[in-house]
C-alpha cells in the first residue's frame, strides 16, 4: 500500500451532535441530484434499498497524516469530534453493507454490496461547491484504500479511486436492526489485510439527510464519490482495529486510537481501540461518481 492508497463512543460528543443537528435543521427539505456545473463529470451513479454502517474514528498524531494528503486538502483535527487532541487527525475505517446494489441502473447479480474504505477526514475542499457538494455538515474524506466484494462497483471505480477487488470481503452483523444493539466483524482477506470488531449499543430516532463525499486525486484527476443518505438512525459504538503487522496500516494507526489492545492471537496482527458510529440507512442511499475537469 503506496501513501496514495493507503469513523464506539462511550456517550455522544457534543460536536458530532451539533454538526448531525445541524444537518437536519439546514437540509431537512432539500432534495439532492446529480451536479450540472460545467467542468464536473457524472460519471456513474448508484442506488441501495437499505444499508449499515460502522465507522471506526481513529485519532492519529497529525504528522503522520500531512504526507498522506495532496496539496488542497486540509485534515480535521480529532479534537473537532471529541476522539482526539488538536495535534491529531481522524483516520476513518468504513464498514459498510448495501442491500440490493444498483450501478448505472443495472441490478448486481449480488444481493449486497460489502465495502470497507479507509480515509482521512478532511475540511470542505475548495472544489465542492464546483462539484455541488458543498452541503453544511457534509463528511468529506480524503480517501486512502477502498475495498469490496462487488465487482460492478468496483469495475465502476477503478479508474478514479484507490479500490480493490476482495471476493473474500467479511461483514459479519449480529447488530438487531430495530434496536441497534449487537456485533460488527468486518475483515478485508487481502494483503495488507485489516479486521475490525465492533459493539453497538442502540440506535436513536430516525433523522435526515446525511451526505458523506470521498474525495481522491489521481492520474486521471480529481474525483468525488458522493453518497445521499435520505434517512438515517444512529448509535454509538466502541471497537477495536486490527491490522496486519509490518503493513503501512499498522505503522500509521500504531499509537493511535484510544489505545492499544492485545493482539489477536491467531494472527497476531496489531491493535488498537477507538470510538465509532453504527448507522442504519432504513432508505438505503443514492450515490454519484463525479470527475472534476
Excluded at 160 to 177: A, E, F, K, V, W
Excluded at 257 to 272: A, E, Q
Amino acid at each position: 500500500m503506496n501513501k496514495k492508497h493507503l469513523f464506539h463512543l462511550p456517550h455522544a460528543t457534543k460536536m458530532l451532535k451539533e454538526i448531525l443537528d445541524g444537518v437536519l435543521v439546514l437540509l431537512g427539505l432539500f432534495v439532492c441530484g446529480p451536479p450540472a456545473y460545467a467542468g464536473v463529470d457524472v460519471v456513474h451513479t448508484y442506488a441501495l434499498s437499505r444499508a449499515h454502517e460502522v465507522d471506526n474514528l481513529i485519532a492519529v498524531d497529525a504528522s503522520k497524516l500531512a504526507g498522506l494528503l495532496p496539496d488542497g486538502y486540509v485534515m480535521v483535527p480529532a479534537s473537532a469530534l471529541g476522539v482526539g487532541s488538536d495535534n491529531q487527525g481522524i483516520v476513518v475505517i468504513v464498514n459498510f453493507e448495501g442491500l440490493d446494489p444498483v450501478t448505472d441502473d443495472s441490478s448486481s447479480n449480488a444481493n449486497r454490496r460489502i465495502a470497507i474504505d479507509v480515509a482521512i477526514l478532511v475540511a470542505e475542499p475548495v472544489e465542492a461547491a464546483k462539484a455541488d457538494v458543498a452541503f453544511p455538515g457534509a463528511f468529506h474524506l480524503y480517501t486512502l484504500a477502498m475495498y469490496s466484494d462487488e465487482e460492478p462497483y468496483v469495475a465502476s471505480l477503478k479508474t478514479n479511486m484507490p479500490i480493490r477487488s476482495d471476493p473474500g470481503l467479511i461483514y459479519q452483523r449480529t447488530i438487531d436492526d430495530v434496536s441497534g444493539t449487537g456485533d460488527l466483524t468486518a475483515n478485508v482477506s487481502v494483503e495488507p489485510s485489516l479486521a475490525t470488531f465492533s459493539t453497538s449499543f442502540g440506535y436513536g430516532p430516525s433523522t435526515s439527510p446525511l451526505h458523506a463525499i470521498f474525495w481522491h486525486d489521481s492520474a486521471d484527476g480529481k474525483a468525488a464519490l458522493h453518497f445521499n443518505v435520505p434517512v438515517f438512525r444512529q448509535s454509538n459504538a466502541i471497537s477495536r482495529v486490527f491490522t496486519q503487522p509490518g503493513s503501512a496500516l499498522a505503522a500509521l494507526l500504531e499509537g493511535g486510537g484510544t489505545g492499544s489492545c492485545p493482539p489477536d492471537p491467531n494472527t497476531g496482527f496489531n491493535c488498537v481501540t477507538a470510538p465509532s458510529v453504527s448507522f442504519s440507512f432504513d432508505q438505503g442511499d443514492t450515490g454519484w461518481l463525479l470527475r472534476i475537469r
